[in-house]
């Protein structure tokens, strides 16, 4: 799992892949199906799968999510987490078109890393289940680096630069900074293979590969219940948006206001990764 301190040092960094869906498309069943989803082309939310579902192995209970694409620049794991923290927090509609600004803070997102990174006397935890994990920033900086075969100022100048102009891609070590700055736990999810009855009833299956900050950075909000931070968060598209949409009808779809982010990693092609972001929803909307 990812929330072994082994592990999370070697988490491979997320290249990316283009916000439009690629074609052509490869059978859904294919390992790199990420590229026969439908999105959005304004708003980036994927249309097919409309949603994706998580459940939980020891208790069964089943978490229902939104997916929203951010773009393929290299930067897709900071823009994953940017956009989950401003639209948790309310600061930045579902729907909104990816803005320049979004990249611009994304850029200064991987400075803040960076600069972390490189205090001689930070202290990151990890997560606190099984027992607490605690790694020291120079150690996880060390090893990061001679897992890119770079001298420690090479990568920490790599980071610093945008992806589209040779950056690092975000991976273990930047995700688990991003855990203990933002003080929130961070889930990471992978594609599982399709069932006969996820394809027909259009929706994904995902897994839990780890999560950064486990039993730490606990949701403030886990014990309210939903029928009371389910409208929240509403997204659709206008008229104007949509007659500018390929959609033949918007998409209206009550969120919950989760302090916990959850990202999805799928592989998008050979060697080739893309993070997106999973907005958790109510289970109203599947029908459950």
């Known amino acids: 799992l990812l929330v072994a301190l082994l592990s999370v040092l070697q988490f491979p960094s997320v290249a990316s892949l283009s916000m439009a869906s690629p074609s052509p498309s490869p059978p859904p069943s294919s390992k790199y199906r990420f590229r026969s989803f439908e999105f959005d082309s304004l708003t980036g939310i994927c249309r097919r799968p409309s949603s994706f579902q998580f459940s939980e192995e020891d208790t069964k209970d089943t978490q229902y999510f939104v997916m929203r694409n951010v773009p393929g620049d290299g930067d897709c794991v900071f823009h994953a987490v940017l956009s989950s923290v401003f639209i948790s927090m309310g600061m930045l509609n579902p729907d909104s078109a990816f803005s320049s600004t979004m990249s611009s803070m994304a850029l200064e997102m991987r400075s803040v890393v960076a600069n972390y990174l490189s205090s001689p006397e930070g202290i990151l935890y990890v997560n606190n289940k099984p027992t607490k994990r605690i790694v020291r920033c ?151």
């Open 138 to 288: 120079r150690d996880l900086l060390k090893s990061a680096a001679q897992n890119e075969g770079m001298t420690i100022e090479d990568y920490l100048s790599k980071l610093r630069q945008p992806g589209k102009l040779g950056g690092l891609y975000g991976g273990g070590p930047e995700l688990t900074v991003l855990s203990n700055l933002l003080r929130r736990p961070i889930s990471i999810y992978d594609l599982k293979q399709p069932t006969a009855e996820a394809l027909s009833e259009n929706y994904g299956e995902i897994e839990r590969m780890g999560v950064f900050g486990e039993g730490l950075f606990e949701d403030p909000g886990r014990s309210v219940p939903d029928s009371v931070i389910s409208n929240a968060v509403f997204f659709t598209l206008d008229s104007r948006a949509m007659q500018q949409s390929k959609q033949l009808s918007p998409l209206s779809t009550p969120l919950k206001c989760s302090w916990h982010l959850h990202i999805l990693i799928a592989d998008a092609g050979e060697n080739e990764k893309h993070a997106t972001v999973l907005l958790p929803s109510v289970p109203i909307l599947h029908n459950k």
